[in-house]
């Protein structure tokens, strides 16, 4: 099937899928308001199969040594996928279906799928990573920008971490844990017990990300947006906490939006 842009409906709230770039949800409208920045490189795309850095663009697995491209010097980003072109494989009432086929500079061969679920107050996005080839290491994640406001007051963060992992010069994870720090953030947190964290637009919306992977980064940097990005491990987790994708087994991973109306009016 196509690359074209799916556009799901339920209630007041529509989602647009865009698997032609990168397979990310272009855009989240909930009564007429959008919630997530637009353009090219926004939206929410899929970090898949990795999550923010890789040291120096380097894994290993076993006796072998991977070097992948460094789209952020000195380490790579973010994976690969959302970099191609994904295809729908169906779209059924508020589901799409949409899929991309891991090809260089990966070097394994697998299937990504993703799954995307709009009901009028909760929108679930589900990911799986699967091989009938070569086991290997792998992550998911997503990484949406929030519009930091909506018209009225900015956005509110509220979660209640465990941990904070200690951020190096380098960006990356030096594996030890803190006491959650007060932002602003490019930080990676624990979660045991899932990730669940609360935007809160005063007097519009809140919207709560949930996930059962322990791993969020938040980054709250930047003036336009805000990002909540649940995923199955910290950032260079390839090297440091990898998951293994099996011809038996695959990495399989979701996460949930959902959200209600603050309006009093």
């Not at 637009?38 to 898949?48: K, L, S, W, Y």
């Not at 994976?79 to 059924?92: H, K």
């Not at 990484?143 to 951020?167: I, T, Y």
């Not at 938040?218 to 987790?237: I, K, L, M, S």
Request: hydrophobic residues 35%; charged residues 20%.
């Amino acid at each position: 099937m196509s690359d074209k842009e799916i556009t799901l409906t339920a209630g007041d709230a529509e989602v647009t899928v865009q698997p032609g770039n990168g397979g990310r949800i272009g855009g989240l409208r909930v009564s007429g308001v959008e919630l997530l920045r637009q353009g090219e490189r926004f939206g929410c795309f899929p970090m898949v199969p990795w999550c923010g850095r890789t040291r120096d663009g380097r894994f290993r697995d076993g006796a072998a040594v991977h070097q992948m491209p460094l789209n952020s010097p000195p380490h790579a980003i973010h994976g690969t996928a959302r970099d191609g072109a994904w295809r729908t494989a169906r779209v059924t009432g508020n589901e799409a279906v949409i899929t991309y086929d891991l090809v260089e500079p990966w070097p394994y061969p697998g299937r990504i799928t993703q799954v995307v679920g709009l009901t009028g107050d909760t929108l679930t996005l589900t990911m799986s990573v699967e091989t009938y080839d070569s086991s290997f290491p792998a992550q998911i994640g997503w990484h949406p920008w929030f519009n930091r406001n909506l018209g009225q007051e900015d956005v509110q963060l509220d979660f209640e971490p465990a941990w904070q992992e200690e951020r190096g010069d380098d960006h990356l994870p030096t594996g030890n844990r803190l006491d959650p720090k007060p932002g602003p953030w490019d930080d990676c947190f624990g979660m045991p017990g899932g990730v669940d964290v609360t935007l809160t637009w005063p007097g519009q919306l809140e919207l709560t990300v949930a996930s059962r992977e322990k791993w969020v980064v938040v980054y709250d940097e930047q003036e336009a947006a805000v990002c909540v990005e649940p995923q199955t491990g910290p950032p260079n987790g390839l090297n440091t906490l990898p998951r293994l994708v099996t011809p038996l087994e695959p990495l399989e991973a979701t996460t949930t939006w959902t959200w209600r109306s603050l309006d009093a009016g």
